[in-house]
Each structure stands twice: as structure tokens, then as C-alpha cells.
């Protein structure tokens, strides 16, 4: 069996949500070329909540962004299921986004004159099976701030908000890029609670990437990304809820 075809049948699991195998990403910068990603194999399980953990510069933005459509690599497969996303069309990319991805990112890009509720609404809008933008705010505990516009709102209060954007259109997988990275460590722990529980009511396969070691005690599993390199893999036999982590 080729390495290609090894590939694709090994995604062909049901319980691989992810199947990443031989991802490399060169960025030429100028005259210098930059490796972010020196080959890169993985997977991810469906409905697990997993966390990337490394420093700046270590690749997990690149492979983030890879796993979310937004980038491609320079070498190697990422199959979603059963469709190789390496070699899709840019519309194949733009509807692989639109309807089985949310996003949450450090900053939460919300629309200043619309309120809470109108921004979770923009993403219902184009969806093909959404909750209610009302219902996905109530799953972020933000139901008694539907009405209310991201000035008038905290920054753990907006990230909700875009956590609530980011579910609403129902994805198979959430990715989150420094979720608490603009927060106090009380504020990001109640975004990481709203995190959890859409892990955990919703089965939504969620993958968290930071540099912060303390949130890793709340995943499933804990990748170590170094230098664009896979390092350390591990399992939390005891997972932490989120009203537990320190850091």
C-alpha cells in the first residue's frame, strides 16, 4: 500500500475526526525560507477535547489553521473524514469552513453595532442546520445579554459571545487559538468553562491551542508541538474541569 493510499485508508475511521500525516509548511520569507511544520502525523478523535500545547513559534497556529481550511500545507494529507482537504478546490475550502468548522480566536472580531444576539445571528444566517442565536448564547451563559452591544460587554463576555458565533451554525469541530490569551486568568476560566460544556452537551470536537501548560490538566489529550515537530503525546487520566485549573 502506498504511502498515500495508507493514508486515506487509515481515515477512513469513524472515530478519526483528523487524520494528518506528513504535514510540512515552508513560508519563504524574502530570501529565507521558514519551516513551521517539519512533518507533522496525528490525529484527532471525534468529540475529544484536545489542547496543543507549545511555545511561540512552534508550529500550532500553522497546523491550526491547516486543520481549519484557512491555510494549506507545503507537503503531506490532512483528510476530514474521508475528504483530503490538500487537495480540495478553494469553493471545496470555502464550504468546508462555512459549514462543518467554527472558529474562536484570541481576539473575538465581533461587529460593534449589532448586539450579542445579531452577532451570533450573522453566522446562523448562512448556516444549513443552526441553533437559534438566542439558544447558543443561553449554552455560553450569556442569556440575559442578548440585546446588549460588545461595548457594553467585558472581554470574557465577548469572547462568549464569539464562542456562541462560532457553535452556533452546529460545526462537527471547534479549533480555538488562544481563547483566554487577551483574558485574566478568572475570566479566560469562565470562557474555558463554556468551552467544556459544548464539548460535553454537543459532542463537539473541540481543539485548543496555547501556550499555557495549566490549561492542558482539562483535555482529553495533550499534543506538545516544538519547533513544527510532534513532541510529547499524552492522555489526562484525571481531567480537571475547568473551576479547577490554576496558572
Known amino acids: 500500500m502506498s504511502p498515500d493510499s495508507q493514508s486515506q485508508h487509515q481515515a477512513l475511521d469513524e472515530n478519526v475526526v483528523f ?4 504535514v510540512t509548511k515552508v513560508y519563504q520569507m524574502g530570501e529565507v525560507q521558514v519551516s513551521a511544520l517539519r512533518g507533522v502525523d ?8 484536545t489542547v496543543l500545547l507549545g511555545a511561540s513559534g512552534s508550529g500550532k497556529s500553522t497546523l491550526l489553521n491547516i486543520l481549519g481550511g484557512l ?3 507545503t507537503e503531506g494529507h490532512v483528510f476530514y ?13 470555502t464550504e468546508y469552513r462555512r459549514f462543518h468548522v467554527g472558529f474562536v480566536f484570541q481576539f473575538y472580531n465581533l461587529i460593534p453595532s449589532l448586539t ?14 443552526p441553533m437559534q442565536p438566542g439558544d447558543a448564547l443561553k449554552l455560553v451563559g450569556l442569556q440575559d445579554r442578548l440585546d446588549h452591544f460588545p461595548a457594553q460587554l ?11 458565533r462560532a457553535i452556533a451554525k452546529n460545526p462537527d469541530v471547534l479549533l480555538c487559538d488562544e481563547p483566554t490569551g487577551a483574558l485574566d486568568s478568572k475570566t479566560g476560566i469562565v470562557v474555558l468553562q463554556a468551552l467544556q460544556r459544548i464539548n460535553e452537551e454537543l459532542g463537539t470536537t473541540t481543539a485548543v491551542i496555547t501556550h499555557n501548560a495549566g490549561i492542558a490538566q482539562m483535555a ?22 475547568a473551576d479547577e485549573l490554576k496558572w
Open 154 to 164: 467585558s472581554g470574557g463576555e465577548q469572547q462568549r459571545v464569539a464562542i456562541a
Open 81 to 93: 473524514g474521508e475528504r483530503d482537504l490538500t487537495r480540495a478546490s478553494e469553493s471545496e475550502l
Open 19 to 22: 487524520h494528518v500525516h506528513g
Open 42 to 49: 496525528i490525529d484527532l478523535q471525534r468529540g475529544e477535547f
Open 71 to 73: 491555510d494549506t500545507p
Open 220 to 241: 482529553d489529550r495533550v499534543i506538545h508541538l516544538t519547533d513544527g515537530l510532534i513532541g510529547n503525546v499524552y492522555k489526562n487520566d484525571t481531567r480537571l474541569r
Open 116 to 129: 450579542a444576539r445579531e452577532n451570533v445571528a450573522v453566522v446562523t444566517e448562512i448556516a444549513n442546520s
